[in-house]
């Protein structure tokens, strides 16, 4: 499909993609309301951080709970407004927010059902064409194994697993990517550390 074919856009900015619940913002079971957003500890300074070194910092959310009928687009905006307002609030922001409203049918993290949700590299592909981002110098952040595999499956340069995310079996699946491209940190603030020492 024309709209998923892989950006290329060498020289332009390198990217860290951000999985939103349980590795920026406090994992809340389907979350609705916007009083319950809660910046995860150090997630704000990691942000920061990265951006001042030129990364483009985006998000790139799973939703399903639009695509259930639990929770409305205007809601979905009104959670967005309240973390980037804690954001704001320490000093930083994020570049965008995509996210994807589809339910999905099959309840497996490796199996790309849709192209736009992770797996799939659907949203790391439109916010490259969007924002002219170099998937190549660019990471992927999250704290389950979709979020991993969709790093891989954009072709970013590496992928990080969060452990302050949904409680879970330590992840044993072997990978036949890049042995240093995959590792476990305890947060964003190691995530952030670890890539920027990675840096030529």
Not at 74 to 97: F, K, P
Not at 105 to 124: C, S, W
Not at 151 to 179: D, M, W, Y
Request: hydrophobic share 40%; proline share 6%; net charge negative.
């Amino acid at each position: 499909m024309m709209g998923h074919e892989r950006p290329s856009n060498p020289g332009g900015r390198p990217a860290v993609f951000l999985d939103r619940d349980g590795t920026i913002i406090e994992h809340v079971h389907y979350l609705a309301d916007p009083t319950k957003v809660r910046l995860l500890p150090g997630a704000a300074e990691a942000i920061r951080q990265l951006r001042a070194e030129g990364f483009a910092c985006v998000v790139v959310t799973n939703q399903s709970a639009v695509g259930r009928g639990m929770i409305t687009e205007d809601q979905l905006a009104q959670i967005h407004v309240e973390m980037n307002r804690q954001l704001e609030a320490e000093g930083t922001a994020v570049d965008a927010i995509e996210y994807c409203p589809l339910a999905p049918t099959i309840d497996n993290q490796t199996q790309v059902e849709f192209a736009d949700r992770k797996p799939g590299p659907g949203m790391l592909f439109r916010a490259a064409r969007e924002h002219e981002l170099d998937l190549d110098a660019s990471w992927m952040i999250g704290d389950m194994l979709s979020d991993v595999l969709a790093g891989f499956n954009a072709g970013c340069q590496g992928s990080l697993l969060v452990r302050t995310g949904k409680t879970r079996e330590p992840i044993k699946h072997t990978f036949e990517q890049s042995a240093t491209a995959f590792h476990e940190v305890d947060d964003l603030v190691e995530a952030a550390r670890l890539i920027l020492s990675s840096r030529p």
